[in-house]
């Protein structure tokens, strides 16, 4: 993600051959960060032992998938909090160079150029979920509030100094019940001040037009920077009272701010003429919930098989966004995830495409918190006021399973990650690939046709002849198991191929 590199300037070269030096500008020092992912990017480890191996484990989160695709566990240290894989260190204005509202996504691996991944938006795609914004159906309804997320044993200095003000209560962009956050700060768990920032910040992108942001915006004394103040002064001086409560002021006034704006009806006619949301957004939403859902219970994932087709290994959330652009996904198809961890990926082509969108697991400790996570995202996408696509999380083996087959009948994308998948389990699916309609399209960590296959006399009847395979390049920051790039397939079920090569027989 990092391309440091100066430009050069090199004098005319005249007929004769001669030795010239090339001045080059002087290299900006890199950031700690960028040094790491240098270090990183030499990693040569294969794929198979650093996905057996939770050591090796990212702390990121939201993309399980393939029946190998377990949510990777990280090696906690210390109080470390594991981050699900849709988050990839989420930070606002990251996102903003790589999107244009359009569900756009940019990549800069190291040895390939920024380039822009656009997609038609899709116009069928309605955002706004009637039941957030309904009065008659009620504010509150069961949902995991940041307050009462499980942290650590020890209580904080500021929990044991100030605890009978650390709740204050946040707006989101519907009429639906506002969250409750302790304002704790420990490391590597939720840091309330910068949530609400980033919320903020959100809600003036997607949900207000220029002229209703200004309030929000205004670099002097706008709500959000507001908020910046008065969280700097507090996290100077957290034991005074006085500071916390400047805070709470300045969230006190975004909370009215906001519901003014609400109850004016400006957010559901805003709402109402979007059709896509910015990937960012998605992937804080899906950030939530797996750090209300998952992240406190992520240890019991640690129970799995090494060497067997149920090991873990996570598709992060920037390349699945990238992975089912390139398949067209659209509001109005179906969407199948066969291996689906904890749901990460299924949740994720819901809400950022608004599919049906199914997943099967047959691993009862993921099984488990996908259920969890499935409720908390059902909440989440109601305080967001956000219409997601229907999720059906199934639990068993998908070659077994009644539910998931026909589903993938009907479907028009499915993914699964079979990395390590044994040649047997690869072989029974493309047994039930026969099974697809044509121009489903599959995507995959491996290719289920072999490198160099092509259809003869002696192979006509093989099912790898449906398919039509196109090999894509993912880079740094796609998945779990390696920080360096590797290759995945996007095959096409395509019914005249055979009937194609006869004819030219």
Partial sequence: MFNFGGKSKIKPIKATVRTITVPTEKKPPPRPSAIQAQKRHSDTRSPASARNSPSTARSSPATTSGDDSRLKVPKHKGHSRPRSPAEQRIRWGEDDSEEEGNGSTDYEGPSRKKQKLARPVDSKRQLQQEKAYSKKGGRVFDMIHAADIPIG?????????????????????????????????????????????????????????????????????????QLEKTKNIWLRDARNAESLEKFKLAVDKYNKSLSRLIDGGAITNNLGARHDLPLHMVLRILQQVYDRAVSPYVDTLKQYENGTDNVYGELLGKFISEALINTGLKSDQVFVDLGSGVGNVVLQAALQFGCESWGCEMMDNACDLAESQEKEFNARCRLWGIKPGDVHLERGDFLENQAIQEAMKRADVILVNNQAFTPDLNHKLIQLFLDLKDGCKIVSLRSFVPDGHEISDRNLYDPVNLLEVKKLEYFSGSVSWTDIGGDYFLATKDEKRVKKWMDQE
């Fill in 153 to 225: 044993k020890k209580k904080s200095k500021i929990a044991e100094q100030v605890a009978e003000n650390l709740t204050v209560e946040f707006q989101y962009p519907s009429s639906s019940q506002r969250e409750r956050y302790a304002l704790i700060i420990r490391k590597d768990e939720i840091n309330p001040p910068e949530e609400f920032l980033e919320i903020a910040k959100i809600v003036t992108e997607v949900y207000l037009t220029p002229e209703q942001a200004e309030e929000f915006n205004e670099p002097n004394q706008g709500i959000i920077r």
